[in-house]
């Protein structure tokens, strides 16, 4: 069975390959963006079966991406999960709670988040993606 590939898109590099590691560890296929117009390059080349996306980053933020991949049809099948540390720093960003309900992400984690819970969100989704493929 072929392993099911991962985008990780975060311009923070130690959460990244924490992130990379762990998901690795459960036999995934991980492959990694610094920034939103990077993750969306990968998106092309890499076909990913879900991504995981930071909110926060510089040059494209994640709302943005996610809201063209979901606008694309030839995307707009992938599971997003957002990670966003937003909710604690939303009285000094321009980002809201409710951008981040009005996009069409499949599931939204507040960081800090355990290890443990972006797994059981990842599997949690990719089974759902499954079942919308049969």
């Not at 079966?49 to 991406?65: H, K, R, S, T």
């Not at 819970?117 to 919308?132: F, G, M, Q, T, W």
């Amino acid at each position: 069975m072929e392993k099911k590939k991962i985008l990780l898109v975060d311009d923070d590099p130690d959460f990244t390959e924490a992130i990379k590691l762990l998901l690795e560890s459960r036999s995934y296929a991980v492959a990694a963006a610094n920034d939103g117009r990077e993750g969306l390059k990968k998106v092309l080349t890499e076909e990913p079966d879900l991504i995981i996306l930071d909110v926060m980053m510089p040059e494209m933020d994640g709302y943005q991406v996610c809201a063209k991949l979901k606008t694309d049809p030839r995307y707009s099948h992938i599971p997003i999960l957002l990670l966003t540390a937003v909710g604690e720093a939303i009285s000094t960003t321009n980002y809201t709670k409710e951008m981040g309900m009005k996009i069409e992400a499949d599931d939204y984690i507040p960081k800090p988040v355990e290890p443990i819970e972006i797994v059981e969100r990842v599997e949690k989704l990719l089974r759902i993606s499954a079942k919308k493929k049969q």
